[in-house]
């Protein structure tokens, strides 16, 4: 019961909306919240123990406040697949959306 509630309380999934008629993209945990807009938007790669993940957050102070857009990677090979399906149905679609540009591997 005791794994119940941590789950329920610290590991909700957050989703993240991308609003293309407001421009504004919002972040849903438990309740809905304006997090930046579209020409605000920046997305990088943050390396953190030994694995990264993707990340965005405003052009002016990303790297003091930014969200997590996907799951831990490492250099395994089961976890470059899972990256790729990442950014294949994820991060690709949701950048073309927003006009950001991008570097794809070849």
Known sequence: MGYFLIDLLFRVPVKYIFDKREK?????????????NFDEMTY????????????????RNQFVKNYRISNYFS???????????????????VLDALNVPMNRPQ
């Open 75 to 93: 250099g395994s090979a089961a976890s470059r697949i899972k990256e790729d399906e990442f950014q294949n149905t994820i991060l690709f679609p």
């Open 44 to 59: 990088f790669i943050n390396e953190d123990s030994g694995g990264y993940y993707y990340v965005i957050g405003k052009k």
């Open 24 to 36: 504004c993209i919002y972040r849903k945990l438990f309740f809905t919240q304006k997090i930046m």
